[in-house]
């Protein structure tokens, strides 16, 4: 069995994760955390990746929401 490696925590992503829209695929915990405070893929660093489709309350400051269709899910193999 072939499994695909997270490049952010280094570790298999066995099965579940998310491909970005540049097709670079990560653990769901660790890139939703990564884009808490970056635009950009990890890898690659297109900032092309997130869409404003409005704005939300985070710490009583207004951030850009993200927009999920930049997202692809993986399940396994």
Known sequence: MSFRTCPI???AV???GKFLTCGHL???TCIDSWLTSRTSC???RNQELQSPIGQQQHNGQEQPRRDDSIF???YGA
Do not use: A, K, N, T
């Open 42 to 44: 990890p890898l690659c």
């Open 9 to 11: 925590c280094m570790e």
């Open 26 to 28: 990560f653990h769901d």
């Open 72 to 74: 692809r899910l993986y």
């Open 14 to 16: 066995e099965s579940r």
